[in-house]
């Protein structure tokens, strides 16, 4: 048994649970799951139905006959609203429409005449993997509960996969253990009632992109009220990121109106040109009841910052692992100042945004108007006329893309164009990975471009799906960082209403290089004042990240002393080592290096663990 980390208790933040089928054989199974601390949720019989850790304010559950129910983590439904709803159950598949209902961040579980159904959001934030173990199916929110039970080692395909930079969908979506299936997102899993049979069930899809702005606006607006109001209704003090961002001050402003009483954190820039904290006062200016709270620049850590340090249990490798410290630096001091939980504006540049890559379809459906656009984006983001004609010209589908980029992995980075207008970025491997590596990587491209489907026919929400789905993966680990760290996080604009109100807006509206964050300065007004609905443009820490990879060069170095990567063959440290000693490397500022420390973090991380095992 693993003996647990002191991130393992159950404070709010960190919920996480194995679920069961009313069998004896799954309540044997059961058992392996139990650890000091763990609560167990029963079925009707007895028997163990989850297992695991949570709050009782992360919880909602109800029981008639039977369904049962149970709602784990951010959503206001109460238990007599959620009896009435398993009254009615007739069919598990039912749990679709209420799954969509619902505002808030959570797991729905429901049981069902001997089925069990388990699932997860729809942005990717709460995931659901399952294994067999002890011949029943074993469904969980964490890879790695499930790999610890089995006893398995990571897959060694799946690591050089996440060398890859990016590893671009679905590679990023798999589980790093070969014996544990993750679900994916827009699915629940479903277990027979022998306790073996498995199959999932598609619940969500995105919506179309069609309502005009005017009529998506008020939509938007009520769905992020609804966001921030399932997490400030409780009253008690909360913190919010107060960047002076449309994103952060419009999380601000509706915390502002909530019972709850706010503290804004502003963490302002070193680079001397960081308007961050000028923006800040100014919204602060309306909001006279709300205490500010602002970090000294200088002491705020870089990016690279104590990557040596972490001791978080994460199921996969993350970047998130870079900011780490820049995330939780200031959690503590808000929660001495009462906060209960801390709010972000992270997701509302996936959401209030959106590709370029739109143009690729409206080109042809709308052409006059999109090379109107398309020449502002040129302008906007310096795009080259040939590498701008060649991004529109390409019009391969999904599965060759990903089959091309397979037989390029070690060509120069692809122009910002191409990213922006075609299916994605195209994933590289660098100089220190190695040949068997490119191969492992290779392989994995090749295998999933035999049946991957984009998430949407047109690039653009697909490209839109992928960058939302490639985000929660960090938020999902720092989410759980912070619930270690004392402070809970939350991410409204990450919430699936939230995400589906503002993917319904037509693309044409949504992104334009003539105005910024169209869809949230539109929905936000009359709440937001308008001198703050300005600004137009963000702060990007690239000079915190330049700096980290001087001032920390020597961590890096140790991190590839005794690399575990290397030991596995998938890199070569003495070129890493290399790397480490010339932090200006041409390339290094561009983040080539995260996909690789994540790995290696993460390794790290399976290590210590193992060195707290018990021996029988």
């Known amino acids: 048994m693993t003996e647990l980390h002191e991130s393992a208790g159950t404070g709010p933040g960190d919920a996480h649970f194995a679920v069961f089928t009313d069998r004896a054989d799954a309540a044997a199974a059961a058992r392996s799951f139990a650890r000091p601390g763990s609560r167990t949720l029963a079925h009707a019989s007895g028997r163990p139905w989850l297992v695991g850790h949570w709050h009782d304010d992360e919880i909602v559950t109800a029981r008639v006959r039977g369904a049962s129910l149970a709602v784990v983590g951010c959503c206001p439904i109460d238990a007599d609203e959620l009896r009435r709803r398993a009254e009615r159950l007739r069919d598990l598949a039912e749990l ?85 299936t993750a679900v994916p997102p827009q699915c629940a899993v479903v277990v027979a009632p022998d306790g073996r049979t498995v199959r999932h069930t598609r619940w969500w899809r995105p919506p179309e992109p069609v309502q005009p702005l005017a009529d998506a606006a ?50 302002p820039g070193r680079d001397p040109a960081d308007t961050d904290l000028a923006w800040a006062e100014r919204a602060m200016r309306y909001l006279p009841d709300v205490e500010h709270v602002v970090w000294d620049a200088d002491a705020s850590p870089l990016v690279y910052e104590d990557l ?11 970047i998130g692992v870079m900011d780490r410290s820049r995330v939780l630096h200031h959690l503590p001091g808000l929660a001495a100042r009462g906060s209960r939980l801390h709010l972000t504006g992270i997701g509302g540049d996936h959401v209030a945004w959106c590709s370029e890559a739109y143009y690729h379809r409206l080109l042809r459906t709308r052409p006059l108007f999109a090379l109107r656009q398309l020449r502002g984006f040129r302008a906007l983001w310096q795009w080259p006329l040939g590498g701008t004609l060649r991004a529109l010209t390409d019009s391969r589908p999904y599965r060759r893309w990903l089959t091309d980029a397979a037989g390029d992995l070690r060509g120069p980075l692809p122009q910002s164009v191409t990213t922006g207008l075609g299916w994605g970025m195209t994933p590289r491997l660098f100089g220190w990975v190695t040949p068997e590596a490119e191969r492992l990587a290779r392989r994995g491209l090749l295998d999933a471009a035999a049946s991957a489907l984009p998430l949407h026919p047109d690039r653009g929400l697909h490209t839109d799906l992928e960058q939302i789905r490639s985000c929660t993966r960090v938020i999902r680990q720092w989410d759980r960082m912070a619930a270690h760290a004392g402070l809970p996080m939350a991410s409204p604009f990450l919430d699936d209403r939230v995400i589906e109100a503002c993917l319904s807006v037509r693309p044409s509206e949504r992104v334009t290089p003539w105005r910024y964050k169209p869809v949230l300065s539109t929905a936000m007004r009359g709440i937001v004042p308008e001198e703050c609905l300005q600004r137009s443009n963000k702060a990007t820490a690239s000079m915190d ?36 000693r010339r932090p200006a490397s041409p390339g290094l500022s561009d983040a080539i290096l995260y996909s690789t420390i994540a790995a290696e973090v993460w390794l790290r991380g399976l290590t210590r663990r193992r060195a707290h095992v018990p021996q029988p």
């Not at 388990?118 to 995931?127: E, H, K, M, W």
């Not at 961002?245 to 502003?266: H, I, K, M, Q, Y």
């Not at 961590?555 to 003495?574: F, I, M, P, T």
């Open 545 to 580: 990240a330049s700096n980290g990879l001087r001032e920390h060069r020597a961590d890096l170095l140790a991190l590839w002393e005794d690399s575990r990567l290397a030991e596995l063959g998938l890199v070569d440290g003495a070129e890493l080592r290399r790397l480490a």
């Open 218 to 267: 008020p939509l938007i607006r009520t769905a992020l009220e609804e966001a921030v109001g399932a997490r400030t209704r409780p009253g008690g003090v909360v913190s919010c990121d107060l960047s002076g961002g449309l994103d952060s001050t419009s999380v601000c402003f509706l915390a502002d109106r909530s019972p709850a009483r706010v503290v804004a954190s502003t963490w």
């Open 96 to 180: 679709d429409a209420l799954a969509r209902s619902l505002p808030g961040s959570f797991h729905l579980v429901g049981a069902l005449d001997g089925r069990i159904r388990v699932q997860g959001t729809a942005c990717g934030l709460r995931l659901v993997f399952h294994a067999e173990i002890d011949g029943v199916r074993v469904a969980a929110t964490r890879a790695d509960t499930l790999a610890t039970v089995l006893g398995s080692e990571p897959d060694m395909g799946e690591l050089a996969v996440r060398l890859l930079w990016p590893a671009p969908y679905p590679l990023f979506e798999t589980s790093m253990w070969r014996a544990v």
């Open 308 to 318: 040596l340090g972490i001791d978080d249990l994460l199921d996969e490798p993350t």
